[in-house]
């Protein structure tokens, strides 16, 4: 089982849109038992908050299923928890470092390191509001991730 870890800022609007989008891929292509996916705040800012309710309807407009998710914070334990710990812009991965410390087994990365875009970052749609562009960025990595992983999976289907 590969375990992924999305983290953004406050864990209500990019990560957890990722948690949705590359759950929602998986469960379509029926491979979700291969994976544990879930998703954390650098921040304490909206910790048990839901979904920020303008990326919520940018997510159901592209048919993404929303689970009844509560913001969470990384944890420093979370580093051994996951295999890939993917963050969206160089704000979260600062706060990745200060919270996970070093990164030997490299699986910090950001998500458009997927899509072919090693410097691509995602903005964060609470400041720029473009939620749906946002939830286009994030597919796109997403489904990027999923391609580059399938190679590693047992049985390296590429379903």
Not at 86 to 115: C, S, T, W
Request: aromatic letters at 8%.
């Amino acid at each position: 089982m590969i375990r992924i870890l999305f983290v953004c800022h406050g864990n209500i609007c990019r990560s957890v849109a990722a948690q949705y989008i590359f759950q929602n891929i998986i469960n379509i292509r029926k491979i979700e038992d291969r994976f544990l996916v879930d998703s954390a705040a650098t921040s304490t800012e909206e910790i048990g908050s839901p979904v920020y309710p303008p990326m919520e309807h940018a997510l159901r407009q592209s048919g993404v299923p929303i689970g009844n998710h509560r913001a969470r914070r990384l944890q420093k334990s979370d580093y051994s928890k996951y295999d890939l710990i993917i963050g969206m812009d160089e704000e979260n991965a600062y706060y990745m470092r200060q919270i996970l410390g070093e990164d030997p087994k490299n699986k910090v990365h950001f998500l458009m390191e997927y899509a072919g875009q090693p410097d691509k970052r995602i903005d964060d749609p609470w400041y720029t509001r473009k939620f749906d562009l946002c939830v286009s960025e994030i597919t796109e990595g997403c489904i990027g991730l999923l391609e580059h992983l399938a190679g590693q999976m047992p049985g390296g289907s590429r379903s």
